[in-house]
């Protein structure tokens, strides 16, 4: 019986262990986090004009990403066509 009990005590020991090792890695990984503080976002108020103005340029740049996507897309669709077509003559 005082085996088994000697057994049972090194198992809680191991478990005591590897929890402390567990818990102190988390914490290692967590300190750049401040309790109750949060994400704070510095920016200058726009006027609605300016904001307009900010959202119409957002338009634009993202109608020019999409046309540039779809051409390369219709490129590709065309090389590997052409690619298609001269070795199967």
């Known amino acids: 019986m005082n085996g088994s009990l000697d057994q049972f005590k090194a198992t809680l020991q191991r478990r005591r262990e590897r929890s402390e090792k567990h ?12 309790s109750g503080s949060g994400f704070k976002f510095d ?3 726009l006027k609605p004009s300016e904001l307009k103005k900010f959202r119409e340029t957002l338009k634009i740049q ?5 046309l540039k996507q779809w051409a390369i897309f219709i490129a590709c ?5 052409l690619i298609v077509i001269i070795f199967n003559l």
């Open 62 to 66: 993202k109608q020019n990403h999409l």
């Open 23 to 34: 818990s102190g890695h988390r914490k290692n990984l967590s300190d750049y986090k401040t």
């Open 77 to 81: 669709c065309i090389i590997v066509i």
């Open 43 to 45: 920016s200058k108020k």
